[in-house]
């Protein structure tokens, strides 16, 4: 009876060895790298995976290494256990070894009619189970192996990916950090600063608020229209439409890798501020014909306003009165060699600098990089107690400005500080320009000098307004213009570049090297060599308006 039970433990040992190794292990083997494999098959370029979840409202698909890769060393994973779990349950336990453990034939199910032929095939079903179960062990465990090796890859691809986009992210943000670029809207109830616009696709227009490296791709983005938008500002991603995050408004082309300079022209009621930006905007362009300095329109809408400005001029000799409440900057794009900013030009209202509460809610203060501040001494009303009889009538014939500019100055300085903080306030440029110079040399009192213009305006009563210059601000220059000689019909190109020196000098002092565009002595601004009156003796002062 032993040796019975001995042959039949060897048959059975025999049996197991051969289902697993000639049958069952590479029928499993087989079968786990096919599902594996058919897991990894390449999809439909442009289709959903609903195995991927959204992402908010961003209309481009995730990059393949930050999520899908996973995904699908995950789904390759299980597809091939699953195959193996499915196939010993189902056919070989379910199938083959229940029929062969009930005498039927493995293949057919049928039942054997002779009583040994059942007798044999359930002395090999125990093997059988065994070589079935043992080929699924072996072939999950070499599996295992094939599929930690892709695991580590996978990871170390990660890796890499994630090492590229920090690069690319850190190469955009150190070129944005040397050329102190610091993205902020331009527009009334905004001027918020940014870290990233909006960029519009080119293709199907839209808006991309996360077009950097990272989730969504290192070097481009796939948009959901199918069209490839470069990622990286190196790369040309700054060419694309784009928009501010916050209030949806359209910014000017290259607002991304260019300096923004940020200047505010701040004066009162009919000092003549819109007249001297008109002015400026006209020397800026004058400027370019004998030197490197290029100008050019940020936007379409910064070109009608200026060409509006113009019109008015020309038509009526005076612009009319700057409205609304907070202002749009005109945006310009300046390049002097291969340096560039994009200059914002704030004009306000004068009645914004009429009270504290009015001047707090002129934000873009906060943003300044140097002020221009229009001064009419005409309105100072010490100045106009010393004017004779004969000229307190040219004085009040060219509309003096309303408030005075020491009242203006001491309002916009006080929430300057509270806006920009007060060390910061005492590292902006000033440039202190008097306007409506051609009344001015009219009046012998008043007359202005060769050299000298900030020690000309102590003498003539405005003593505190310089010492309170000197104290608050380090670093400042005085200039003397006509606007009316440098705007309308006939204007004088001198006194156009004259114009734009201010502004160039607060350029100058961001790095713009344009020194040479500007008058040799630094205190005292340009020549005040003298300048032709109306042109019809009963027309003001068109910088008045």
Same mark, same amino acid.
């Given at each position: 009876?032993?040796?019975?039970?001995?042959?039949?433990?060897?048959?059975?040992?025999?049996?197991?060895?051969?289902?697993?190794?000639?049958?069952?292990?590479?029928?499993?083997?087989?079968?786990?790298?096919?599902?594996?494999?058919?897991?990894?098959?390449?999809?439909?370029?442009?289709?959903?995976?609903?195995? *991927?979840?959204?992402?908010?409202?961003?209309?481009?698909?995730?990059?393949?290494?930050?999520?899908?890769?996973?995904?699908?060393?995950?789904?390759?994973?299980?597809?091939?256990?699953?195959?193996?779990?499915?196939?010993?349950?189902?056919?070989?336990?379910?199938?083959?070894?229940?029929?062969?453990?009930?005498?039927?034939?493995?293949?057919?199910?049928?039942?054997?009619? &002779?009583?040994?032929?059942?007798?044999?095939?359930?002395?090999?079903?125990?093997?059988?189970?065994?070589?079935?179960?043992?080929?699924?062990?072996?072939?999950?465990?070499?599996?295992?192996?094939? &599929?930690?090796?892709?695991?580590?890859?996978?990871?170390?691809?990660?890796?890499?990916?994630?090492?590229?986009?920090?690069?690319?992210?850190?190469?955009?943000?150190?070129?944005?950090?040397?050329?102190?670029?610091?993205?902020?809207?331009?527009?009334?109830?905004?001027?918020?600063?940014?870290?990233?616009?909006?960029?519009? =696709?080119?293709?199907?227009?839209?808006?991309?608020?996360?077009?950097?490296?990272?989730?969504?791709?290192?070097?481009?983005?796939?948009?959901? =229209?199918?069209?490839?938008?470069?990622? #990286?500002?190196?790369?040309?991603?700054?060419?694309?439409?784009?928009? =501010?995050?916050?209030?949806?408004?359209?910014?000017?082309?290259?607002?991304?890798?260019?300096?923004?300079?940020?200047?505010?022209?701040?004066?009162?009621?009919?000092?003549?501020?819109?007249?001297?930006?008109?002015?400026?905007?006209?020397?800026?362009?004058?400027?370019?014909?004998?030197?490197?300095?290029?100008?050019?329109?940020?936007?379409?809408?910064?070109?009608?306003?200026?060409?509006?400005?113009?019109?008015?001029?020309?038509?009526?000799?005076?612009?009319?009165?700057?409205?609304?409440?907070?202002?749009?900057?005109?945006?310009?794009? *300046?390049?002097?060699?291969?340096?560039?900013?994009?200059?914002?030009?704030?004009?306000?209202?004068?009645?914004?600098?009429?009270?504290?509460?009015?001047?707090?809610?002129?934000?873009?203060?906060?943003?300044?990089?140097?002020?221009?501040?229009?001064?009419?001494?005409?309105?100072?009303?010490?100045?106009?107690?010393?004017?004779?009889?004969?000229?307190?009538?040219?004085?009040?014939?060219?509309?003096?400005?309303?408030?005075?500019?020491?009242?203006?100055?001491?309002?916009?300085?006080?929430?300057?500080?509270?806006?920009?903080?007060?060390?910061?306030?005492?590292?902006?440029?000033?440039? #202190? #320009?008097?306007?409506?110079?051609? #009344?001015?040399?009219?009046?012998?009192?008043?007359?202005?000098?060769?050299?000298?213009?900030?020690?000309?305006?102590?003498?003539?009563?405005?003593?505190?307004?310089?010492?309170?210059?000197?104290?608050?601000?380090?670093?400042?220059?005085?200039?003397?213009?006509?606007?009316?000689?440098?705007?309308?019909?006939?204007?004088?190109?001198?006194?156009?570049?004259?114009?734009?020196?201010?502004?160039?000098?607060?350029?100058?002092?961001?790095?713009?090297?344009?020194?040479?565009?500007?008058?040799?002595?630094?205190?005292?601004?340009?020549?005040?060599?003298?300048?032709?009156?109306?042109?019809?003796?009963?027309?003001?002062?068109?910088?008045?308006?």
């Amino acid at each position: 009876m032993g040796w019975l039970i001995t042959a039949v433990v060897w048959l059975t040992i025999a049996v197991w060895a051969a289902v697993c190794l000639f049958r069952a292990f590479w029928e499993f083997l087989a079968l786990a790298l096919g599902a594996s494999t058919q897991a990894l098959r390449p999809r439909t370029p442009g289709t959903p995976d609903r195995r *991927i979840p959204s992402v908010g409202s961003e209309p481009a698909q995730r990059a393949y290494w930050s999520q899908l890769m996973w995904v699908d060393t995950s789904t390759s994973t299980r597809a091939a256990a699953s195959a193996v779990r499915h196939r010993l349950l189902g056919r070989w336990m379910a199938v083959t070894a229940r029929r062969m453990f009930t005498g039927q034939q493995p293949s057919t199910g049928y039942r054997f009619d &002779h009583w040994i032929a059942r007798f044999v095939v359930r002395l090999l079903a125990t093997g059988t189970a065994l070589g079935a179960i043992t080929g699924a062990l072996l072939a999950s465990a070499v599996m295992a192996l094939v &599929h930690l090796v892709m695991w580590l890859l996978v990871g170390l691809v990660w890796l890499v990916a994630v090492a590229g986009v920090g690069a690319l992210c850190g190469a955009d943000r150190s070129v944005a950090l040397v050329r102190r670029v610091r993205m902020k809207c331009p527009y009334p109830g905004c001027y918020r600063a940014f870290p990233l616009a909006v960029h519009r =696709c080119p293709g199907c227009g839209a808006a991309h608020r996360e077009l950097r490296p990272g989730r969504f791709g290192a070097l481009w983005h796939l948009c959901s =229209c199918g069209r490839r938008i470069t990622a #990286v500002s190196l790369a040309g991603r700054d060419r694309l439409a784009v928009e =501010c995050p916050h209030c949806d408004r359209s910014l000017p082309a290259g607002i991304g890798r260019l300096r923004i300079v940020h200047v505010p022209v701040i004066g009162g009621t009919s000092s003549g501020k819109t007249m001297l930006m008109a002015a400026a905007v006209t020397g800026l362009h004058a400027s370019t014909g004998h030197s490197p300095l290029k100008v050019e329109f940020a936007t379409d809408d910064d070109r009608r306003d200026v060409v509006d400005l113009d019109g008015q001029l020309k038509h009526g000799g005076w612009v009319r009165k700057t409205q609304g409440g907070q202002p749009r900057a005109l945006m310009l794009r *300046i390049s002097h060699r291969r340096r560039h900013r994009l200059l914002y030009l704030y004009d306000p209202m004068g009645e914004s600098f009429y009270d504290v509460d009015s001047t707090r809610r002129q934000e873009y203060l906060a943003h300044a990089d140097g002020v221009v501040l229009v001064v009419d001494v005409l309105a100072d009303p010490q100045v106009r107690r010393s004017l004779p009889a004969a000229d307190e009538e040219l004085a009040r014939e060219a509309g003096p400005a309303e408030p005075g500019p020491w009242q203006t100055y001491q309002t916009f300085t006080g929430e300057l500080s509270a806006l920009a903080g007060r060390r910061r306030r005492g590292r902006l440029p000033l440039a #202190v #320009v008097v306007t409506k110079r051609d #009344v001015l040399d009219r009046i012998e009192h008043l007359r202005v000098p060769a050299t000298g213009v900030g020690p000309w305006l102590a003498t003539i009563g405005l003593d505190p307004l310089v010492r309170d210059l000197g104290h608050r601000f380090r670093t400042r220059r005085y200039w003397a213009l006509s606007a009316y000689a440098a705007t309308g019909t006939g204007p004088l190109v001198s006194e156009q570049r004259r114009s734009a020196e201010p502004v160039l000098w607060i350029l100058a002092r961001t790095g713009l090297r344009v020194g040479k565009l500007l008058s040799e002595d630094p205190a005292a601004g340009p020549p005040a060599a003298s300048v032709p009156g109306p042109r019809d003796a009963p027309v003001q002062d068109r910088s008045t308006r």
